[in-house]
């Protein structure tokens, strides 16, 4: 299946893309397997999203769909089903509570 | 003729400023990563091309780039900073077990002789190094675990490793700071770790002389003499003569010894230059006159350099890493500031001048003598 993902403009510039990112995932569409097949194809992403290390998501980091938070749900809940059809994308957020000034 | 390239890190991106000899006319170049906080850039001694920044923002973290280039064109490289063996905990600022977390880097050291050896200087407090330009880190885990880890507790702006001074007669021999730990060597090439904080007086600690705990700010060294160490602590400016065996005060007639930055004359070890601020609870400069102190005695006799300097209405501050000086015959001084000016003097600082006047807050300076 093809998700669709959009990026915040920071990440956009730092993996030198624009627009949406297109994904082709194998296997249950989630969280976890979106984000993994989004750091393959541009490694410089690693760590930006999640911790390297716990793979926690970053606290200033959301992920919308369909006009809902899925920021607090497990990595293994599986997506919306209009984001699993391509109908919607996968946001992700630069929270605005995000950074210091 | 020589070309000098000042490399600034500031709350909102990189910029590269670059002037011939003179130093009067410069190209500003940025920002680089806009919008991200740029603690760091510094260059490659072996390779000047080599750059290294440290880039990070709120949301998204630490990344960490590499121009090969001049800072051209740069590439992100590894930016994984896992902490070895058991993570283990420091004092947090209530004084109970706070376990490790990465959070930054503040500080990037290349090595005097690889252009892809550097240091990683981070929050909490911790070195790395990657030997493969950056393509991965491993930490020198025996500064955490050489036992005073436990004790040691954050400072106002968090518990980081800001500076890494490596020894240019002595490859095995590196000194860092922490705040609020105080400063550390190591013979081993990184492997082992011995606090060198004796002499070091710390009112604001509960047993003032303690081996660790104190909030030492930035040190400086002048190349041709590895064992003389110049420090700004919190309070108090100091000096060794021994490689950290031992510190005396040196900060004499200073109107307040308070202060972040600290560097050497290229050419005269015995040249020392500070900028004091008034505490620290006022973090600017005193009367809001902005004064780099020099004392070419080695410490303890300084003058006031204001030439070109506001002197009036002044309330900026200059963080520890925003200062550094080139090489060239008449040894320029470069310092930036949280109000976003870089000051530059071409005249190992008796007159200064603006280069830029309004950047975003500079957290780091760092020049270049290309030639």
């Excluded at chain 2, 981070?122 to 675990?145: M, N, P, T, Y």
């Excluded at chain 2, 106002?156 to 860092?176: E, W």
């Excluded at chain 2, 082992?192 to 030492?216: K, M, Y």
Aim: charged share 20%; aromatic share 8%.
């Amino acid at each position: 299946m093809v998700i669709r993902v959009v990026l915040p403009a920071h990440l956009r510039t730092l993996a030198r893309i624009s627009g949406e990112v297109t994904l082709d995932i194998e296997g249950p569409a989630m969280q976890r397997s979106v984000l993994d097949a989004l750091e393959a194809r541009y490694p410089m992403l690693r760590g930006t999203l999640r911790d390297q290390v716990n793979q926690q998501r970053r606290p200033f980091v959301r992920f919308f769909a369909c006009e809902e938070d899925l920021s607090h749900e497990s990595p293994d809940t599986p997506l919306p089903e209009a984001v699993v059809s391509g109908a919607e994308p996968f946001l992700i957020v630069g929270a605005i509570a995000g950074g210091c000034d | 003729m020589a070309n000098v390239r000042v490399l600034v890190g500031t709350r909102k991106g990189a910029f590269i400023l670059t002037s011939d000899g003179k130093r009067e006319k410069w190209d500003v170049s940025g920002p680089h990563f806009a919008g991200w906080e740029i603690y760091h850039v510094k260059g490659s001694p072996a390779d000047p091309n080599r750059l290294y920044a440290s880039q990070s923002s709120g949301w998204f973290g630490q990344v960490i780039q590499r121009s090969s280039d001049g800072g051209k064109t740069w590439e992100p490289v590894d930016n994984k900073f896992a902490y070895e063996g058991a993570t283990g905990t420091h004092q947090w600022y209530d004084g109970t077990p706070h376990p490790w977390e990465f959070k930054r880097v503040w500080h990037l050291e290349p090595s005097l002789t690889d252009p892809d050896t550097v240091y990683a200087g981070v929050e909490d407090a911790a070195i790395f190094r990657s030997s493969d330009g950056g393509k991965s880190w491993q930490e020198l885990s025996g500064l955490r675990h050489h036992g005073s880890g436990p004790r040691w507790q954050p400072g106002a702006g968090g518990m980081c490793l800001h500076t890494i001074v490596l020894d240019p007669s002595d490859p095995r021999r590196i000194f860092i700071a922490i705040s609020a730990a105080g400063a550390f060597r190591s013979d081993d090439a990184g492997e082992t770790w011995q606090p060198i904080n004796r002499g070091l007086h710390s009112q604001t600690i509960p047993e003032p002389t303690a081996d660790v705990g104190h909030c030492v700010h930035r040190i400086a060294m002048h190349p041709s003499r590895p064992n003389v160490l110049f420090m700004q602590k919190h309070w108090d400016v100091m000096r060794t003569d021994n490689a950290g065996d031992s510190w005396h005060e040196i900060s004499g007639n200073l109107p307040t010894d308070f202060g972040f930055v600290i560097d050497v004359h290229a050419h005269e070890p015995e040249t020392v230059y500070v900028v004091p601020i008034t505490s620290d609870s006022h973090h600017y400069p005193l009367d809001g006159k902005l004064r780099v102190y020099r004392s070419r005695t080695g410490g303890n006799e300084w003058e006031p350099l204001t030439k070109g300097l506001p002197q009036s209405d002044c309330y900026v501050n200059v963080l520890r890493d925003a200062m550094a000086v080139d090489s060239l015959d008449s040894c320029g001084v470069y310092f930036g500031t949280t109000g976003g000016q870089v000051y530059a003097s071409a005249d190992a600082g008796d007159n200064w001048a603006p280069i830029v006047r309004d950047l975003p807050a500079v957290l780091s300076v760092e020049v270049q003598t290309l030639s």
